[in-house]
């Protein structure tokens, strides 16, 4: 039953060592995004993808990536983590209005992937 | 721009009590609002949402929450808690964008005791 699904659901890498986690979903959305979670604190958004498009936030640093080779899968690749990069990272998705198609107003989110730096 | 503003970051009630959760925000134009509820090391579930139309919005595990306008607020409500409830509630914005991007209030630790 599981839509959106994260992997692993917990990380741990070391400081400085590049690091990528997965998302897959079956609802066949347009759109996916990825979400930066620090502890006790709102989900942020770090950037988003509309098809094969990638939307970065203005805010996002430079260390963050994402790749999304087709409409399943969705990547995000940390280059360099650091201290400050521990946090949970949750994926979502979302179907947009397109082109005679109809859209949804919601995202749906998978369960995360608790990322530690050592 | 946007923003959400959730008042109290931990509320706590008593099993069988009334939960009020408080969440106003702001916007220039009619907006999409949401409750999500987060349980530890979990991601987001959606518990209900506004778009348009009725603006008492019923939503899962018996909460429902009111759009008001004039009061610019969208508070979650639920007549009696149950342990279970106990978690994290987000209150959320839609990005006036169009790519449904979420913009979230700070959240509400949400303790119920016996």
């Known amino acids: 039953d599981a839509m959106v699904i994260q992997n692993p659901r917990y990380q741990v890498t070391q400081f400085g060592k590049p690091v990528t986690l997965s998302c897959s979903q079956t609802?066949?959305?347009?759109?996916m995004y990825w979400y930066q979670q620090k502890s006790s604190q709102a989900p942020k958004l770090l950037f988003h993808y509309y098809d094969k498009d990638f939307n970065n936030e203005a805010d996002t640093p430079d260390n963050f990536q994402s790749r999304r080779p087709n409409t399943s899968f969705c990547f995000l690749d940390i280059r360099s983590p650091g201290l400050g990069d521990a946090a949970m990272y949750l994926c979502?998705?979302?179907?947009?209005?397109?082109?005679?198609?109809?859209?949804?107003?919601?995202?749906?989110f998978g369960q995360g992937t608790r990322l530690t730096v050592v | 721009a946007q923003s959400v503003t959730q008042l109290g970051s931990h509320v706590s009630v008593s099993e069988g009590a009334l939960v009020l959760l408080r969440c106003n925000y702001s916007s220039s134009v009619p907006p999409y609002l949401f409750w999500y509820v987060q349980y530890p090391n979990q991601g987001l579930q959606l518990l209900l949402k506004y778009t348009t139309g009725a603006t008492l919005v019923k939503g899962i595990n018996g909460f429902e929450a009111e759009f008001k306008k004039s009061e610019t607020s969208f508070h979650l409500t639920k007549p009696s808690a149950h342990m279970s409830d106990a978690a994290e509630y987000f209150c959320?914005?839609?990005?006036?964008?169009?790519?449904?991007?979420?913009?979230f209030g700070a959240g509400t630790r949400l303790a119920v005791h016996p």
């Open positions: 609802l066949n959305h347009n759109v």
């Open positions: 959320a914005v839609s990005d006036l964008g169009g790519y449904n991007k979420l913009i």
């Open positions: 979502a998705t979302s179907r947009v209005a397109a082109w005679g198609q109809k859209g949804d107003t919601e995202a749906f």
